[in-house]
């Protein structure tokens, strides 16, 4: 298994949608999630970071499921500008300290 | 300088030729990782710096590839005797360390192209 796994997509979705992406990992010692988003030709940027309670930044929803070693990202009201690519990343081992593993993303692209 | 700054941003190399990337991370991060991510294709996680800790290698390719840091400032990757395979962006990234600190900035990449 991968440590970290992501649909590639692409996913197709007009303005105003919503869409959620999934992501597993292997190592159930792990202790640090993130989402980052990455635009063409550009390097990757955090767009959140994943507790454990869940949480929400405007229209975006992060959500841990550690049971299933499973990680969301539920994205509402989808903008033009939110046509990325979104990386799941996840922390190798069983400190916070430990190397940052990134899956392989998944593609949004939102149409008008 | 306010961000992570790698340098060359492009470099062309002719297959065999030994090349080498600096990274200079943000003041006073102690976390410096190295990815490498081929056209279409996600981050592949090379290395990890973490203060003083042994750096974790373990994404290393082959053993043409190393990577020094000095202290916690300017990281090297070498790659020695490169082939068409290397050609990618290599990407540098640091942070200020663990935990919900670990937001990393990423420098712009060098385009290895190996000919």
């Known amino acids: 298994r991968k440590e970290v796994e992501q649909d590639p997509g692409p996913f197709n979705v007009p303005e105003g949608a919503t869409v959620a992406f999934n992501c597993t990992y292997s190592?159930?010692?792990?202790?640090?999630f993130f989402w980052y988003r990455q635009d063409c030709r550009k390097e990757p940027k955090l767009l959140m970071s994943?507790?454990?309670s869940g949480n929400e930044d405007g229209r975006f929803t992060a959500q841990l499921n550690r049971a299933s070693q499973y990680i969301s990202l539920l994205i509402r009201d989808s903008k033009l500008s939110d046509s990325a690519t979104y990386l799941c990343?996840?922390?190798?081992?069983?400190?916070?300290?430990?190397?940052?593993?990134f899956g392989k993303g998944t593609t949004l692209s939102v149409s008008s | 300088g306010a961000g992570v700054s790698q340098s060359p941003s492009n470099k062309v190399t002719e297959k065999g030729k030994d090349v080498e990337l600096r990274c200079d991370p943000i003041?006073?991060?102690?976390?410096l990782y190295w990815y490498r991510q081929r056209l279409g294709q996600g981050l592949e996680f090379l290395i990890y710096?973490?203060?003083?800790?042994?750096?974790?290698k373990s994404g290393l390719p082959s053993d043409r590839f190393s990577a020094e840091r000095t202290g916690e400032s300017v990281s090297t990757l070498t790659i020695q005797r490169t082939q068409q395979e290397d050609s990618a962006v290599y990407l540098c990234?640091?942070?200020?360390?663990?935990?919900?600190?670990?937001?990393?900035?990423f420098g712009s990449g060098t385009q290895l192209s190996v000919l």
């Open positions: 990234a640091s942070s200020l360390g663990a935990g919900r600190s670990e937001k990393l900035f």
């Open positions: 190592n159930s010692a792990s202790q640090s």
């Open positions: 994943v507790y454990s």
């Open positions: 990343v996840v922390n190798k081992g069983d400190q916070a300290g430990t190397a940052l593993i």
């Open positions: 003041s006073g991060h102690t976390a």
């Open positions: 710096f973490q203060g003083n800790s042994a750096p974790d």
